[in-house]
């Protein structure tokens, strides 16, 4: 799915090494009908890892997160 929605700061191209919590912004939720959704701040230090929340602590205690992985994937995984 490709969306293009308006309004938000966020929602773009991010550059190697950038924050990839700017990949999505609150517009992108709204546009598939997730409401509630705000500037996201990342619950993570790792480089190969953002956990983006938009609402509440994380997604495990009724919030809206978006987890962007990448890099080794095994490595990730362990």
Same mark, same amino acid.
């Given at each position: 799915? &490709?969306l293009?929605?308006? *309004?938000?700061?966020?929602? =773009? %191209?991010?550059? !190697?090494?950038? /924050?990839?919590?700017?990949?999505?912004g609150?517009? &992108?939720?709204?546009?598939? *009908?997730?409401?509630?959704? =705000? %500037?996201?701040? !990342?619950?993570? /230090?790792?480089?190969?890892?953002?956990?983006?929340? &938009?609402?509440?602590?994380?997604?495990?205690?009724g919030?809206?997160?978006?987890?962007?992985?990448?890099?080794?994937?095994?490595?990730?995984?362990?």
């Amino acid at each position: 799915m &490709y969306l293009t929605p308006t *309004g938000g700061a966020l929602g =773009g %191209t991010v550059a !190697r090494g950038g /924050d990839m919590c700017g990949l999505l912004g609150p517009a &992108y939720f709204a546009a598939v *009908g997730v409401t509630g959704a =705000g %500037t996201p701040t !990342r619950n993570s /230090d790792a480089p190969t890892d953002a956990y983006c929340v &938009y609402s509440g602590i994380s997604s495990a205690t009724g919030g809206i997160e978006f987890d962007a992985l990448f890099g080794d994937p095994v490595a990730t995984y362990e």
